[in-house]
């Protein structure tokens, strides 16, 4: 997993698509679906262009968290039958230890406050954070990260469950690392965030880590991979997506899709798949 850690520098092109399948026995019209830009982080991640693939942008939306979204519109999709959009966009990844930020007393207050999957206000994750605390910020972030992997099982969830979940059940994927990783610093007043990106272990995948806010500066921590406890900074074998909490409906997804329909039925069927290719 850590062979392209030190590289300095990786240039990519990457293909994000997701194919919509209309399965409701009637057409769906008035489609509008969103799909999430990697965003240009000056010094880590260089977006050189982004082409849409099989539809022309509505328009651009952000989102409160800084998330750049492309929509698109479609007349209909047939009973049946379906879609294929995304982009491809050539990106250059680099090897930084930081991003230098300054961060406004509200982004201070939102970056330390609970929030649901983030649960920081729990005494539980208050007695961790406590326990694990130390005056050196970074020997108390490697404290986190053994500590996880030390009580949490690595298992593939159907679904998001977050940080709570996580402690309760001592199992949990990225997301779930990520999200009690993040819901512990905040129990320490650092302000800290989840990233969603796709990774690169054995294989390039969708991924979730975490960014801790310290000293003017974000700060990359990868709370899942056991061989990255100690390590810190941003790595040529991740690209991120997008900034938040993406967990249930509270704020953003990578993807999302809203329709209209002549009929209504007890069952809708709209199947989507997720296909990622990098060269």
């Known amino acids: 997993i850590v062979k392209n850690t030190y590289i300095s520098k990786c240039e990519i092109v990457l293909f994000n698509y997701f194919r919509i399948i209309n399965y409701n026995g009637q057409e769906i019209f008035d489609v509008y679906a969103r799909i999430v830009k990697p965003p240009h982080i000056p010094t880590v991640q260089e977006i050189n262009s982004i082409t849409p693939l099989n539809f022309t942008p509505l328009r651009e939306e ?131 965030r989840l990233v969603a990106g796709i990774a690169k272990g054995k294989k390039w995948e969708n991924h979730a880590w975490a960014e801790c806010y310290y000293d003017g500066k974000w700060i990359a921590v990868e709370p899942t991979w056991k061989e990255y406890v100690g390590l810190f900074g941003y790595f040529t074998n991740r690209i991120t997506l997008l900034y938040g909490n993406w967990m249930g409906d509270f704020i953003t997804r990578d993807f999302s899709i809203r329709y209209r329909y002549h009929v209504k039925r007890n069952k809708e069927r709209i199947n989507f798949s997720r296909n990622i290719k990098i060269l």
Request: charge should be positive; proline fraction near 5%; hydrophobic fraction near 35%.
């Open 62 to 192: 952000t989102d409160l968290d800084g998330n750049e979204w492309l929509v698109a519109n479609f007349e209909k999709i047939d009973e049946n039958k379906s879609i294929d959009i995304g982009y491809k966009s050539k990106i250059t990844l680099l090897r930084r230890s930081y991003i230098p930020a300054k961060l406004s007393p509200s982004d201070y207050k939102k970056y330390t406050n609970s929030e649901p999957y983030i649960e920081s206000d729990d005494p539980r994750i208050i007695r961790i954070s406590e326990s694990l605390y130390h005056r050196n910020f970074y020997q108390f972030i490697k404290n986190i990260q053994k500590w996880l992997h030390k009580n949490i099982s690595y298992r593939e969830m159907p679904s998001e469950n977050g940080a709570l979940f996580a402690l309760k059940n001592k199992i949990g994927d990225c997301t779930e690392f990520s999200s009690l990783f993040v819901a512990i610093c905040r129990a320490a007043n650092i302000p800290s």
